[in-house]
């Protein structure tokens, strides 16, 4: 199966911006649907963001909707994760995730059966 692994994170004052990196390696890339959940310290891991596999659907969370942009690029077996505006309330671990087969939830954590190992993400006030 694909292999994952998450870069760009980083410490940044609220207002300012990052964005992620999802580099997958292994199967076709092409093929996977992504995205993106986070985790904060004592905090259940939530849904962020996900592409479908051509890139013709893409999903935000109501939190991050208007501040974050989900991309991929296909030809270079990433997907990416640009954040603006962004809030102390978005310091969380970043996860990349990744499903070979039919997505019906793409919001859940449970429909994705491939993880990378995370990137911390940390805004001061």
């Known amino acids: 199966q694909v292999q994952l692994v998450e870069s760009g994170g980083g410490l940044v004052q609220a207002g300012g911006s990052l964005r992620l990196s999802c580099a997958a390696s292994g199967r076709p890339f092409s093929r996977y649907d992504m995205g993106w959940f986070r985790q904060a310290p004592g905090k259940e891991r939530e849904f962020v963001s996900a592409?479908?596999?051509?890139?013709?659907?893409?999903y935000y969370a109501d939190s991050v909707k208007g501040r974050f942009t989900i991309s991929r690029d296909n030809a270079k077996n990433t997907q990416y994760l640009q954040m603006n505006s962004l809030k102390p309330e978005d310091t969380a671990v970043y996860f990349c995730?990744?499903?070979?087969?039919?997505?019906?939830?793409?919001?859940?954590?449970?429909?994705?059966?491939?993880w990378g190992q995370g990137t911390q993400v940390t805004v001061s006030s």
């Open positions: 592409i479908d596999w051509i890139g013709g659907r893409r």
């Open positions: 995730a990744a499903e070979g087969a039919l997505v019906v939830d793409p919001f859940a954590a449970t429909s994705y059966g491939v």
